[in-house]
């Protein structure tokens, strides 16, 4: 079967990420999350925040109570988005050759903090994030978030998508089994690798 779309993951596949810079912000504000941040599927008050169980107050509010002293909402926002670094200019260019041949999706375990920071990353020679993709699926919008294989299934309902069809890059090997799992087609993606020179996408 033909591959007609590609959903892409963003952050680590598109978007470059510091977890460590972001791991070091937030013990500089008093909070140890080395157990809770790993740059794929974070876990505790990241992955609640990321599945809308958390809203942004309630994220605020939580980091507080594990620091423990009083901190500003403006301090837990830089220290959180300090994980953002940008998309290279490379992969904005490979979005723009594949979208002339596939419909291009976005599947994103992130959170309404860092869209709002890291959707300017997509900002290139006129094009916006719309420009790129056909529908954004977001894991806090959605209240669902990957490895579970149910936010597959509601990403291809909602774009009309048949599994056997659709192509999904994820830095993270149990996201991929995830996908697989539902009967799409997988690439794991190793952060550092040119993502352009995939054979994948040379067909």
């Known amino acids: 079967m033909q591959i007609r779309n590609i959903i892409f993951d963003w952050g680590g596949v598109l978007i470059d990420l510091n977890t460590e810079g972001c791991m070091r912000a937030f013990e500089q504000l008093g909070a ?20 809308g169980t958390l809203d942004t107050p309630g994220f605020h509010e939580a980091i507080r109570q594990m620091i423990g002293t009083p901190v ?6 830089k220290a959180w988005n300090t994980q953002l670094k940008s998309i290279p200019a490379e992969k ?8 002339a041949r596939y419909n291009l999706y976005l599947l994103s375990n992130t959170n309404e903090l860092h ?13 916006e994030v719309q420009d790129y993709f056909k529908q954004i699926f977001l894991s806090y919008k959605m209240h669902l978030a990957k490895p579970n294989p149910q936010i597959f299934l509601t990403a291809l309902k909602e774009a009309g998508l048949k599994a056997e069809e659709t192509l999904f890059v994820d830095d993270a090997p149990a996201n991929c089994e995830a996908a697989a799992s539902v009967g799409i087609r997988t690439f794991h993606y190793v952060p550092g690798d040119e993502l352009s020179e995939a054979t994948i996408f040379k067909h």
Do not use: M, P
């Open 72 to 77: 500003s909402d403006e301090e837990i926002d």
């Open 115 to 127: 869209w709002r920071c890291g959707i300017r990353s997509f900002q290139y020679k006129g094009h």
């Open 92 to 99: 904005l260019e490979l979005l723009l050759r594949l979208k």
């Open 32 to 51: 140890d999350v080395k157990h809770l941040l790993t740059g794929t599927n974070e876990l505790g008050v990241f992955s609640a925040y990321e599945s």
